[in-house]
Each structure stands twice: as structure tokens, then as C-alpha cells.
């Protein structure tokens, strides 16, 4: 089992509508998760952090984290075809463990 | 707004050449982080830094890869020889690790696109 999955894609959405992206993580004693945006041959992008269960919202953006679930997912309402890149999932899990998940396709269809 | 610096952005070299990347952190930052990532793929830890010391470099081939961070600021990732399978993106990323909340955040420098022909 690969520690931090993600469905590669493409996740293919109509502009205007929202794009959900998935991630499960495998060490339960994960304590942060973030959510980069990666456009084809540019460097990742952080888009957003979650620390705590719930919801974090910021602008059209929203993280979601269920840690008894090891489920972290990201929102994005109002997809716009710029929004078009590939949504790495990362999980740090303390001493200095940092993993990424291969990545999400995302494409938004105008 | 301070960013990761690397160079060079892109990079052309024969098998069996050396090559050498070089990292300038976000400054204050103790942490630095090299990584591949090769096409359709996820971001590979190679070496990782707190301050000068080498704290996992499980994933460095070290036959052939090498990385200082001499004065714990920035860093170089070398490479002797290259082969083929060495083409890749090289990013380098850093994060503060101490110091409240968002400590953990890693920030990525553009990378260097590697070609070995």
C-alpha cells in the first residue's frame, strides 16, 4: 500500500462546476496535510493547509480531513479552465517525514 | 515575497558528465528539502537538511549523487556521472520546521529540467 494515494486521472469537469480531488494517507500519526497545484513543467504551488478534522475554506477552495477516515480531499468551486494542473496531495508525519502522492490530473472543460 | 531560489533552470548534459544544481533557501528557513520528479510522477525525496546535517538521504543514490549544505544555508546536489535515467525535474523546496504554526510548510524553488542525452 502506497502511503499517501491519489486517483491519477484525468478528472475531467465542466467550467463553472466544482472539481473534488481525493487523497488517503496511511500513517495515522500524520499531523499536517497540503495541497499543491502543479502546472505542466512549473514547480508545485502550495494551494492550501489543514491541521485540524473539518473544513478550510479559502476563496474557491475548500480542504477537507477526516482523520479517522485518513481521507484528505479538496474543493474547488466555480472550476475555471485555468485551474487546469495536477493537485499533489502531501502528508507530513513529524520527524522530518514529508510524502507526496503522485498527483491528480485535473482538467476544466470550457 | 522571499522564494526559493535554484539554478540553473534548465540543464543539457551528455551521459557521463558531472552536473551540479545549486539551492538558496527561503531565508530563516533550517530545512532543505532536493527532490526529482520525473513526468506524470510525484515529487521523489532525495536528501533532506535541518541546518547543515544531513537528517534522511535514504533515497540518494550515492554511487553517483552527492549534496552539501555546507554553512546551513544554501546547498549544492551534484551528480557524477549522469545517465540517461537521470532525466528528471530537481526541485528544491525549504520550510522553517520550528517557530508556530506553518513551520511544516515546504515552499518549492522553480526546479531544474535535466536532460541527459
Known amino acids: 500500500q502506497k502511503e499517501v494515494e491519489q486517483n491519477s486521472g484525468p478528472l475531467s469537469v465542466p467550467e463553472g462546476a466544482i472539481a473534488s480531488l481525493n487523497c488517503t494517507y496511511s500513517?495515522?500519526?500524520?499531523?499536517?496535510f497540503f495541497w499543491y497545484r502543479q502546472y505542466s513543467g512549473k514547480s508545485p504551488e502550495l494551494i492550501m493547509s489543514?491541521?485540524?478534522?473539518g473544513d478550510k475554506e479559502d476563496g474557491r477552495f475548500t480542504a477537507q480531513l477526516n482523520k479517522a477516515s485518513q481521507y484528505v480531499s479538496l474543493l474547488i468551486r466555480d472550476s475555471q479552465p485555468s485551474d487546469s494542473a495536477t493537485y499533489l496531495c502531501?502528508?507530513?508525519?513529524?520527524?522530518?517525514?514529508?510524502?507526496f502522492g503522485t498527483g491528480t490530473r485535473l482538467k476544466v472543460l470550457a | 515575497e522571499a522564494e526559493v531560489a535554484q539554478s540553473p533552470r534548465y540543464k543539457i548534459t551528455e551521459k557521463s558528465q558531472a552536473v551540479a544544481f545549486w539551492c538558496d533557501p527561503i531565508s530563516g528557513h533550517a530545512t532543505l528539502y532536493w527532490y526529482r520528479q520525473i513526468l506524470g510522477q510525484g515529487p521523489e525525496l532525495l536528501v533532506q537538511?535541518?541546518?547543515?546535517?544531513?537528517?534522511?538521504d535514504s533515497q540518494l543514490p550515492k554511487d553517483r549523487f552527492s549534496a552539501e549544505r555546507l554553512k546551513g544555508v544554501d546547498s549544492t546536489l551534484k551528480i557524477q556521472p549522469a545517465e540517461l535515467g537521470d532525466s528528471a525535474m530537481y526541485l528544491c523546496?525549504?520550510?522553517?520546521?520550528?517557530?508556530?504554526?506553518?513551520?511544516?510548510?515546504?515552499?518549492f524553488g522553480p526546479g531544474t529540467r535535466l536532460t541527459v542525452l
Open positions: 489543514i491541521y485540524s478534522n
Open positions: 500513517d495515522r500519526g500524520s499531523q499536517s
Open positions: 502531501a502528508v507530513y508525519s513529524g520527524t522530518y517525514k514529508y510524502i
Open positions: 523546496a525549504s520550510s522553517r520546521t520550528s517557530g508556530g504554526a506553518g513551520a511544516d510548510t515546504q515552499y
Open positions: 537538511f535541518q541546518d547543515e546535517s544531513v537528517v534522511d
